[in-house]
């Protein structure tokens, strides 16, 4: 599917990210060749391209676990920032879910979801703890809020780590191959397309005119 700008959901609007000719490099490989790309209020934005083009980088140079080489990324309009303090401000802003789910072994699944909310948002644990119940509900793990990560199955894993970035209720969600170890009939994947399909990964991901 294909919108026009004017079509986009949110779009007279500035947009909620604004990525302005971003480039990433490690070492004398780069990563990303200048991406420019907006994402406007309500929009779920794919990005979609072979292994090792890009994907991961992206999402990470947009929460600042990487830096980038050049450009720039806006969120509502300001850059983000370079000091470390103030980006962990921001990154509260922004939830994750990687694609190694990133779930603390040592902790139940119903503690993984809890301990941003108590830790970060500063909720009492008997709140964060029912919140964090839910959260699993909606996903379909309310038989498994006690287990640990070793005991749940990959897509089990990966819908802790999905409750675990809803809980926090984020004005912007980046998802890392959220659905990977999903079965279908888990997934309603709905959204606008951002192919970058015919890129070359060995080249990295770049963006596309038009
Ligand atoms: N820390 C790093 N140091 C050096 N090269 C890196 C580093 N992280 C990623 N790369 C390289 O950057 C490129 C893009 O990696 P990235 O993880 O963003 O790909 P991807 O599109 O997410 O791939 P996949 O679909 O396999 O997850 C790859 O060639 C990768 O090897
Ligand atoms: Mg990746």
Do not use: W
């Amino acid at each position: 599917m294909n919108l026009s700008d004017s079509e986009r959901p949110g779009a007279s609007r500035e947009p909620v990210l604004n990525y302005r000719n971003i480039t990433k490099r490690y070492g004398d490989f780069q990563a990303l060749h200048g991406v420019s790309m907006d994402v406007f209020e309500g929009e779920v934005v794919c990005l979609i391209g072979p292994s090792g083009s890009g994907k991961s980088t992206l999402l990470r140079c947009t929460n600042a676990l990487e830096s980038l080489h050049s450009g720039e990324i806006l969120l509502n309009g300001v850059a983000l920032p370079k000091e470390e303090r103030a980006m962990r401000a921001v990154r509260q802003r922004m939830g994750m879910v990687f694609q190694n789910f990133e779930l603390f072994p040592h902790k139940i699944a119903l503690d993984n979801v809890a301990i941003g909310l108590t830790t970060v948002r500063g909720m009492g644990v008997a709140q964060a703890r029912e919140k964090a119940a839910r959260m699993l509900d909606k996903v379909g793990l309310s038989d498994k809020l006690q287990s640990y990560p070793a005991n749940l199955s990959g897509g089990q894993q990966q819908r802790v780590a999905i409750a675990r970035a809803l809980a926090m209720e984020p004005e912007v969600m980046l998802f890392d191959e959220p659905t990977s170890a999903l079965d279908p009939e888990t997934v309603g994947a709905r959204g606008r397309r951002h192919d970058h399909g015919g890129c070359d990964p060995r080249n990295g991901l770049r963006a596309q005119s038009g």
